[in-house]
């Protein structure tokens, strides 16, 4: 269906045509982010986190409210990357309750991080305590430096 034929003639319209176009299109030559892509991306702009470095290690903070420790998930991918993934529940419902406002974000939740050359990723450590998420990963020591080579000089 055409709704230009139906004098809808905005920009607003066009890009819904556009769109309903898309979809019917079996050609996929559109580049269009995937579903997984698209949750990822709002799951990881959503979740803000604060991220402290110390002489000895780093620390990466994330408000949890309401999220228990079991919902929580972290990880380590390709060596240097750590995930913080998880999910708040809504609480269900009673019955004769009902809510008047609801604001606060309910659903998947995600963060990466990728860390330094520098960070043990053998000692990592999550602590959640009065709803804040605490990741600390241990930095490793720094390289001894190289102690210059003495060369014996021999007479000929």
Known sequence: MDLRMMAFDSPLFSVLQ??????DDSDKSVSCPSRNYTRD???MAAT???VKESPNSYAFIVDMPGVKSGDIKVQVEDDNVVVISGERKREEEKEGAKYLRMERRVGKFMRKFALPENANTDKISAVCQ????????EKLPPPEPKKPKTIEVKIA
């Open 41 to 43: 991306a709002k799951a």
């Open 18 to 23: 556009h769109l309903h176009d898309a979809g």
């Open 48 to 50: 803000a986190a604060d």
């Open 130 to 137: 009065d709803g804040v998420l605490t990741v600390t990963v």
